[in-house]
Each structure stands twice: as C-alpha cells, then as structure tokens.
T-cell receptor, first 114, second 115 residues
Framework: EAEVAQSPRYKITEKSQAVAFWCDPI?????LYWYRQILGQGPELLVQ????????DSQLPKDRFSAERLKGVDSTLKIQPAELGDSAMYLC????????????FGPGTRLTVL | QKEVEQNSGPLSVPEGAIASLNCTYS??????FFWYRQYSGKSPELIMF????GDKEDGRFTAQLNKASQYVSLLIRDSQPSDSATYLCAVILLNSGGSNYKLTFGKGTLLTVNP
C-alpha cells in the first residue's frame, strides 16, 4: 500500500538553529499539505501545494518558515531560526487532486527545540 | 467561537460498551466531515467520512451527521482496549481569507477502553 514518506522521524535542535523536514507524497498525488500539531491540539494547516504552486500559506509564519515543492513531487519545510514554541509534530499529507477530501498522512516528524 | 469543537475528555468506557464521541462545527455551509484516530506519538489515521445527513456504518463504527444542528458524532460499538486513542473530528471549512477550503481539526477526544 502506497504511503506518504517523511524524514527525519525525530529531530532535536537548539533554538536559533535551522531545521528542515522532507516529505514524499503518495505517487501521483498532486496536492500536498504541511500541518503542525502541538501536543494536546489538532493538526493546523501551515501550507498547501497544488503541484509546485502554493494554494494556501495563510497560516505559515513566513518570517521564519519556508516551504517548497520545486518539481511538484516531494517537498521541504524549513524553519530558520527555530524557537522553543516550534516544538511540535510536523505532519505531511497528500490527496490525489485539489478538492479531493480524503487526506493521507505520513508518520510525521517530532521536533524538539531546546 | 472555535470552528470545530470537541470535548477533550478523557472518555473512559469498559470493554464491550458503546463509546460516543461528539463534535460541533461553526460553518453551516460545510459539506464534508471526517473522523481520524490518532494513537499516542503516531499520525492521524482516517477511519470514517460522512457527507450526508443521517448515519453511516462501517463495521463497529457509525458516524452520525445532523447539518441543521451542526453536529457530527462517532459511535464505537463493542469497544476494545485497542480502540484507546485520541479521536479527531475534522471538517472542510473555508479559510479566513475566503480563498481556499481547508481541513480543520478539533482538539480531539481521548478515549480509554478499560479491560
């Protein structure tokens, strides 16, 4: 069964350092999502891509976060500099096409900022 | 007003009982509703979706939707200890800028099934 891949699974960093997360969606899925989930909360959408284009990044803190999906396949989410409040699970999800409802999540990256 | 609301729990039920999980949402125009299960330290896993008023059954799970009351629920029959997890309600809502529909999650309800 096809799955969304993410790496690394765990990342520990010190504040002010740069971190990057990688996501490879299910093959053929055109729409890719990055979510952040703080402990005790539901996932919150950070950015949504359709192919290589950003559809929605209204909740992405653009002063420190950036995301790209250069060839419309895999994607990278970067934080620079990391802050203590960025400690969370970062989840990637994909759907076959824009407007498709069923999102499939990857295993996530657990970030701890010290 | 929060967009998707759930009781955070914990909800504790004995093995074999029916667990009832509830969710309300703010946007009357919402058309798509989802229930995800999330084990501790893991990512969300889709277990049910529902689009129409009424009940939808899948094995031990039943989703119920009442659009007039803006209410969606999940029933788990014959609850098992392996059902112990956080259950996330999610609704497709228009984003704050009005430019995109996005999946919006509640905080989740922690369910514990006691053997």
């Amino acid at each position: 069964e096809a799955e969304v891949a993410q790496s690394p699974r765990y990342k520990i960093t010190e504040k002010s350092q740069a971190v990057a997360f990688w996501c490879d969606p299910i093959s053929g899925h055109a729409t890719l999502y990055w979510y952040r989930q703080i402990l005790g909360q539901g996932p919150e959408l950070l950015v949504q891509f359709q192919d290589e284009s950003v559809v929605d990044d209204s909740q992405l803190p653009k002063d420190r976060f950036s995301a790209e999906r250069l060839k419309g396949v895999d994607s990278t989410l970067k934080i620079q500099p990391a802050e203590l409040g960025d400690s969370a699970m970062y989840l990637c999800a994909s759907t076959l096409e824009l407007g498709a409802d069923t999102q499939y999540f990857g295993p996530g990256t657990r970030l701890t900022v010290l | 007003q929060k967009e998707v609301e759930q009781n955070s729990g914990p909800l504790s039920v004995p093995e074999g009982a029916i667990a009832s999980l509830n969710c309300t949402y703010s946007d009357r125009g919402s058309q798509s509703f989802f229930w995800y299960r999330q084990y501790s330290g893991k990512s969300p896993e889709l277990i049910m979706f529902i689009y129409s008023n009424g009940d939808k059954e899948d094995g031990r799970f039943t989703a119920q939707l009442n659009k007039a009351s803006q209410y969606v629920s999940l029933l788990i029959r014959d609850s098992q200890p392996s059902d112990s997890a956080t259950y996330l309600c999610a609704v497709i809502l228009l984003n704050s800028g009005g430019s995109n529909y996005k999946l919006t999650f509640g905080k989740g309800t922690l369910l514990t099934v006691n053997p």
